[in-house]
């Protein structure tokens, strides 16, 4: 079992397992108690709310409400999770121990002092689940709670905002306050308090998640890409017109490549200065046609694509690539082109995260995270006990030469696993991975659910049946999380669920993730990982330049040396993961601050602050007092105040448009032996400067046109985006930022141009 250490950032949560005892036997006396007294206990909390120090009382009431409304009665150890929670720990609980259950818990507390709380949940099933399971038990003590989804429309959002607990994902917070930004009534919001927020499997919302990026845009005008173009790309044949690195991230033409282009495109010279935006649109349709592959990166879901997420190897809702990628796909499968969009504003899951006064969370794999958590949110986190003692035993993994040899005995053993009625579990790192393997089973004459990544609610259901005896599931490393599996009486004679990982993925902890799948609540399991030296996470790390010695008829591995080396890769990969947050955060840190200084600015108008718009005249018409005073009419001050919104919002978007482009040619002054985030913040900077003058500027030319019958923008030319919408942006679709800087300056020494991907 997992105990305390004295590591970086990790804390001893044992600390409050005397009260924790003491509020479970308080607990376990108040099932004699009537609803009456029960109820004047919970009234008695709603006068004098509970503290995160003294939560005794409160959490053996809301246990035993807990017990009567929903039929489960806390644990001991769920108390004591609850306890910390409260007192603004992080815990680390094990998969199937019930956090669904702690979160109900500490949700009352916050809410009964008074708190707005937003329990961020990993997906819009589970959101919609857990609010409507949890409903009876807030009620108990007249608190209302709701779901936030995607589905929902502005107005059904903004009612659920309203409730004192909130489930929603960090997603769908975020475009909302990206939303809110955007309003031009104040009381037209529709997030309303940010204050607490628990936060379900932490670690993968401030780790793998963090740096996603949310944006909203409005439309703008729609370039269809150049079907020529992507047709002749098509038409090149690999090694003799392009090449593709060995790690598959980055592809370039070779001379022919250029050659056999300028042909089919009817002679022209790409590297003319003329034909930049064609050499550019060459160099996406070559990314689109040579680096990213149908059911890998992206499925292809109606007349629309959706992107993977590699770390997940599932459906990422509302995630795009950047505009010119993102066309050159659709182009490729022959879809139609999504709008193009002109982004307003954008901000990274960590800044909605951070903008909340009180944050805490749990996770099965937080302690893992410890240092991390306290790094980036100077939160503690600890481990809690497991109800029951840990049944699941790890095998050691199977290391094989090639990726065929491990499948084909991984399928072996998922057959002898058959054969005993026991159901298994296969975790793979990708959708095609997943039906490469099930393809091998069936081989076997096996038949095996394979989730597809695709329908969260369909996949609970696959998984939630995956214990059952004799069973066979395939599936990416989260489909279907959060999700209890439940083995049948069959399968846990039989020895409990069988976990197999085919293949470890980029970090440990998301190795550990899976292996949590078996041995809940104290149930019977195994697991164990079949891999290869051809696994992503070597070939893509390491170049191992020896051959292992002594090797199994089957490709086995014995050498133990060699699991080291794959180790290594795997740490190396964490490396890499760690590095381009930091690099990703120190630029995104600039963008925030620019943001806050803007939006302070927009809240004294959107508010009408008194002085704003006087200040804001003052600087516009400083020598016409006349003018002045004319404006600050009522009659005319709701124009201004649009005006001067509008002109804020614009010089935004132009802004953030400028910060893109700017970082995307920023790695050139790596030559110059300047510091990329240094020369970044320098012209940043400056660009804030400017958008000061020029709002001021784009205000007066407004208002100096604007005649008498004017009364909305409209009247003066200006015009709102009729209609927004949200996504996420793949920020890194080929690498990491050091892989993108070496390969920058690798095209610039070699004479030829970078290619041009726009991230943002
Ligand atoms: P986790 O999110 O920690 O993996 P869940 O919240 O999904 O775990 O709970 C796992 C299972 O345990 C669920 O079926 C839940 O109903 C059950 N459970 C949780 N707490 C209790 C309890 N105190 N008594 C009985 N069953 C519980």
């Not at 609010?131 to 009620?139: D, H, K, P, R």
């Not at 369909?458 to 998984?463: D, F, M, P, Q, Y």
Request: with cysteine.
């Amino acid at each position: 079992m997992r105990s305390w250490k004295q590591e970086p950032g990790s804390e001893n949560l044992l600390r409050l397992k005397r009260s924790a005892e003491n509020c479970y036997a308080r607990m376990i006396e108040l099932e004699a108690a009537t609803s009456a007294e029960l109820q004047s206990a919970v009234d008695e909390f709603l006068r004098y709310p509970p503290s995160p120090e003294d939560s005794t009382s409160f959490f053996a009431v809301a246990g035993e409400l807990a017990r009567r409304r929903l039929g489960l009665r806390p644990f001991g150890v769920q108390l004591l999770a609850a306890m910390n929670i409260l007192r603004g720990r992080v815990v680390d609980m094990a998969t199937g121990e019930g956090k669904t259950l702690v979160g109900f818990l500490v949700a009352a507390a916050y809410a009964t002092m008074g708190r707005r709380v937003h329990v961020l949940s990993a997906n819009d099933y589970l959101a919609e689940r857990d609010a409507e399971f949890g409903s009876a038990f807030f009620a108990s003590f007249g608190l209302s709670v709701s779901a936030v989804t995607q589905a929902m429309p502005r107005n059904s959002r903004r009612d659920a905002f309203r409730s004192d607990v909130v489930y929603a994902t960090v997603h769908q917070v975020g475009f909302d306050l990206l939303r809110d930004r955007q309003r031009t009534q104040h009381d037209d919001a529709i997030v309303e308090g940010m204050d607490v927020a628990i936060v379900d499997e932490i670690d993968a919302v401030l780790i793998d998640d963090a740096m996603v990026p949310l944006v909203i845009a409005g439309e703008a005008d729609t370039q269809a890409p150049d079907a020529e173009l992507l047709d002749a790309v098509r038409g090149l044949q690999p090694n003799v017109d392009y090449e593709v690195d060995a790690d598959g991230l980055a592809a370039s033409f070779t001379e022919k490549g250029i050659e056999s282009l300028e042909a089919a495109l009817g002679g022209l010279n790409l590297y003319d200065d003329d034909s930049n935006d064609k050499l550019t649109a060459a160099h996406l349709a070559l990314h689109a046609h040579a680096l990213v592959h149908r059911d890998i990166d992206y499925v292809v879901s109606g007349d629309r694509i959706e992107l993977i997420n590699t770390t997940r190897g599932r459906v990422a809702q509302r995630q795009r690539w950047p505009d010119g990628l993102q066309a050159a796909v659709e182009q490729k499968e022959r879809l139609p082109v999504s709008p193009q969009a002109r982004v307003l504003d954008q901000m990274l899951v960590e800044t909605v995260v951070r903008e909340y006064t009180t944050l805490t969370g749990m996770s099965g794999t937080a302690a893992e995270a410890a240092e991390r958590i306290q790094e980036d949110l100077d939160l503690r986190t600890g481990v809690i006990p497991r109800n029951r003692p840990l049944r699941r035993t790890d095998l050691p993994d199977r290391l094989f030469l090639t990726r065929s040899q491990r499948n084909e005995a991984a399928a072996l053993h998922v057959a002898e696993a058959r054969s005993l009625s026991r159901p298994v579990l296969v975790g793979t790192g990708s959708v095609r991975e997943s039906e490469e393997f099930a393809s091998v089973l069936a081989g076997h004459g096996i038949s095996a659910a394979v989730l597809n990544a695709k329908n969260d609610a369909e996949e609970a259901e696959i998984i939630a049946r995956s214990g059952t005896a004799g069973t066979a599931t395939v599936s990416t490393q989260m489909a279907g999380r959060g999700v209890d599996i439940m083995l049948d009486a069959e399968a846990s004679r039989a020895g409990g669920l069988l976990v197999l990982g085919l293949g470890r993925y980029d970090s440990m902890r998301l190795d550990h993730q899976l292996r949590g799948r078996a041995g809940r609540q104290g149930d019977p399991g195994e697991s164990i990982f079949y891999t290869s030296l051809e696994d992503p996470v070597v070939t893509e790390n390491l170049e191992i330049g020896v051959t292992p010695e002594r090797v199994s008829a089957t490709g086995l591995i014995e050498d133990a040396w060699f699991q080291e080396v794959y180790e290594h890769a795997q740490r190396v990969a964490e490396g890499k993961a760690l590095q381009l947050h930091r690099t990703t955060r120190s630029y995104h840190t600039v963008t925030d601050r620019h943001r806050a200084l803007t939006l302070r600015r927009r809240d004294r108008i959107l508010y009408d602050v008194p002085g704003a718009l006087d200040g804001l005249l003052d600087s516009i018409f400083p020598d016409a007092p006349g003018l002045r005073e004319q404006w600050i009419q009522p009659e005319k001050c709701e124009l201004l105040r649009q005006v001067a919104l509008y002109q804020i919002d614009h010089g935004w978007a132009d802004h953030l448009e400028h910060l893109a482009s700017v970082r995307e040619g920023i790695h050139l002054r790596v030559l110059g032996r300047q510091n990329p985030l240094d020369e970044f913040l320098i012209i940043a900077n400056e660009s804030l400067a400017r958008l000061e003058s020029e709002y001021l500027a784009r205000c007066a030319e407004t208002l100096g046109r604007a005649h008498d019958e004017a009364r909305a923008i409209e009247d003066l030319g200006l015009r709102r985006p009729s209609s927004t919408w949200t996504y996420m942006v793949t920020d890194n679709p080929f690498g990491s930022e050091a892989d993108r800087v070496a390969e920058f300056i690798g095209h610039l020494v070699q004479g030829k141009r970078p290619r041009a991907v726009r991230y943002v």
